[in-house]
């Protein structure tokens, strides 16, 4: 390390010192073998990084991978992920190496922005290879430090790859003083989804009694969307008279009371969960399990992603409906999925709308076969397009890993 490297880290870390009253007790021992942390700076980020995660641990048995959260997130509501995950320490020299002392990975993968120049200019020092993916110009300076020029060129510096979703970051890092044979751009991973497979018998039959017949699905409806999805199929067979609205209950107590309140309406409905067949001239199919969406994804050309007319709910992951081949209608309060739907509606894979009105709309615009196959097609090729880059940075960390275990075992 150059000396006014070293001057530089030895006043940053003067000013961010801290760490030995913040006492790290991990209540989670370290695995054996090797390990891979994985930093991820944003919420909407887990799924996909988790996804990535999982094809890392296959192609490498034995590995073991800990997901770490910036210090100020609440834990409890980044769910979903099967790895453990933990709190980054704060930005404070004594807490970074506490951290690094107890986890000791064989490598870092920050996803992002919000890097702390504390602890990735540790794990450099303790040659743990670090890559940095999705890069945002966004470093975390302690307060008393902002007036240190060159902190955010030296964290930078401390990656062996660099990959940015833009010509610009990349650009602009280069521009920092940053090698420029460690900066590329790449897109950001994406999450591959893989829905559980359906028998066949029941699919084909329920294909058969829905023959010929146009069919939309309404999954996971809060019970106050109820009236803006019934507004919206109404308005729809005006014009389809033979629609069948697939209406799935996000809470299965409300499956009955909405079966009654339906027959009120004069719309004839069957009750899925109770057996009811579907007849020729059934309007609704009333469904509450969650695992059915699987077969209603399947059968229905359109689907509405409900929990998201109002707000409260936060939305629902698409990805399997698109995967399954149905174009995607959603409302506008998706919460943490709006990066995916954004992707998807810029694919030409997913319809937005804000009223019942429009709602009904969509779903007789985009029930024209030739529209629903190419917001398929759209869709999965939107699903697709990550996967050879995550089959590159699969390769970059094995090798990496491979690296650094054929150094430690030369005698």
Same mark, same amino acid.
């Given at each position: 390390?150059?000396?006014?490297?070293?001057l530089?880290?030895?006043?940053?870390?003067?000013?961010?010192?801290?760490?030995?009253?913040?006492?790290?007790?991990?209540?989670?021992?370290?695995?054996?073998?090797?390990?891979?942390?994985?930093?991820?700076?944003?919420?909407?980020?887990?799924?996909?990084?988790?996804?990535?995660?999982?094809?890392l641990?296959?192609?490498?048995?034995?590995?073991? %991978?800990?997901?770490? !959260?910036?210090?100020?997130? $609440?834990? #409890? &509501?980044? @769910?979903?992920?099967? /790895?453990?995950?933990?709190?980054?320490?704060?930005?404070q020299?004594?807490?970074?190496?506490?951290?690094?002392?107890?986890?000791?990975?064989?490598?870092?993968?920050?996803?992002?922005g919000?890097?702390?120049?504390?602890?990735?200019?540790?794990?450099?020092?303790?040659?743990?290879?670090?890559?940095?993916?999705?890069a945002?110009?966004?470093?975390? %300076?302690?307060?008393? !430090?902002?007036?240190?020029? $060159?902190? #955010? &060129?030296? @964290?930078?510096?401390? /990656?062996?790859?660099?990959?940015?979703?833009?010509?610009?970051?990349?650009?602009?890092?280069?521009?920092?003083?940053?090698?420029?044979?460690?900066?590329?751009k790449?897109?950001?991973?994406?999450?591959?989804?893989?829905?559980?497979?359906?028998?066949?018998?029941?699919?084909?039959?329920?294909n058969?009694?829905?023959?010929?017949?146009?069919?939309? %699905?309404?999954?996971r409806?809060?019970?106050?969307?109820?009236? #803006?999805?019934?507004?919206?199929?109404?308005?729809?067979?005006?014009?389809?008279?033979?629609?069948?609205?697939?209406?799935?209950?996000?809470?299965?107590?409300?499956?009955?009371?909405?079966?009654?309140?339906?027959?009120?309406?004069?719309?004839?409905?069957?009750?899925?969960?109770?057996?009811?067949?579907?007849?020729?001239?059934?309007?609704?199919?009333?469904?509450?399990?969650?695992?059915? %969406?699987?077969?209603?994804?399947?059968?229905?050309?359109?689907?509405?992603?409900?929990?998201?007319?109002?707000?409260?709910?936060?939305?629902?992951?698409?990805?399997?409906?698109?995967?399954?081949?149905?174009?995607?209608?959603?409302?506008?309060?998706?919460?943490?999925?709006?990066?995916?739907?954004?992707?998807?509606?810029?694919?030409?894979?997913?319809?937005?709308?804000?009223?019942?009105?429009?709602?009904?709309?969509?779903?007789?615009?985009?029930?024209?076969?030739?529209?629903?196959?190419?917001?398929?097609?759209?869709?999965?090729?939107?699903?697709?397009?990550?996967?050879?880059?995550?089959?590159?940075?699969?390769?970059?960390?094995?090798?990496?890993?491979?690296?650094?275990?054929?150094?430690?075992?030369?005698?």
């Amino acid at each position: 390390m150059s000396k006014p490297r070293s001057l530089s880290l030895a006043a940053y870390r003067v000013l961010s010192w801290g760490g030995a009253q913040q006492s790290i007790r991990p209540d989670q021992p370290r695995p054996d073998g090797e390990l891979v942390w994985v930093h991820i700076a944003t919420r909407d980020r887990l799924r996909a990084i988790s996804d990535f995660c999982l094809r890392l641990q296959q192609a490498r048995p034995g590995l073991s %991978l800990l997901l770490s !959260a910036p210090p100020e997130i $609440d834990l #409890s &509501r980044w @769910t979903g992920s099967p /790895f453990p995950m933990v709190n980054l320490p704060a930005e404070q020299t004594g807490a970074a190496r506490a951290f690094l002392d107890h986890w000791k990975p064989d490598l870092g993968l920050w996803v992002g922005g919000g890097l702390m120049p504390s602890i990735i200019t540790r794990a450099e020092e303790r040659k743990i290879p670090m890559l940095l993916i999705e890069a945002q110009l966004d470093v975390v %300076l302690s307060r008393n !430090a902002r007036w240190l020029p $060159d902190i #955010s &060129r030296y @964290t930078f510096d401390c /990656f062996e790859h660099i990959l940015t979703t833009t010509d610009e970051t990349a650009r602009q890092i280069r521009r920092m003083g940053v090698a420029s044979s460690k900066v590329r751009k790449a897109p950001p991973l994406q999450f591959s989804p893989n829905p559980h497979p359906w028998p066949e018998d029941e699919l084909i039959e329920t294909n058969h009694a829905l023959a010929g017949r146009p069919v939309w %699905l309404a999954a996971r409806v809060q019970a106050k969307e109820f009236i #803006s999805v019934l507004s919206a199929h109404r308005q729809a067979l005006r014009i389809l008279p033979r629609l069948a609205l697939i209406l799935h209950v996000a809470d299965r107590a409300e499956a009955a009371p909405l079966q009654r309140r339906l027959e009120t309406m004069d719309l004839r409905c069957s009750n899925w969960d109770d057996g009811g067949p579907i007849e020729d001239t059934t309007q609704v199919i009333v469904s509450s399990e969650p695992e059915d %969406l699987g077969l209603w994804q399947r059968v229905s050309p359109v689907s509405f992603m409900a929990s998201s007319l109002e707000r409260g709910a936060g939305g629902q992951d698409p990805l399997d409906a698109v995967a399954l081949g149905s174009a995607v209608i959603y409302g506008p309060h998706v919460d943490i999925y709006q990066t995916v739907y954004a992707r998807l509606a810029e694919a030409g894979a997913a319809h937005p709308v804000k009223t019942a009105t429009e709602l009904g709309d969509a779903v007789v615009a985009l029930l024209a076969p030739d529209r629903a196959a190419g917001m398929a097609l759209a869709g999965w090729q939107a699903i697709t397009e990550g996967a050879p880059q995550a089959e590159r940075l699969v390769d970059m960390l094995q090798d990496l890993l491979d690296q650094r275990s054929n150094h430690d075992a030369r005698p």
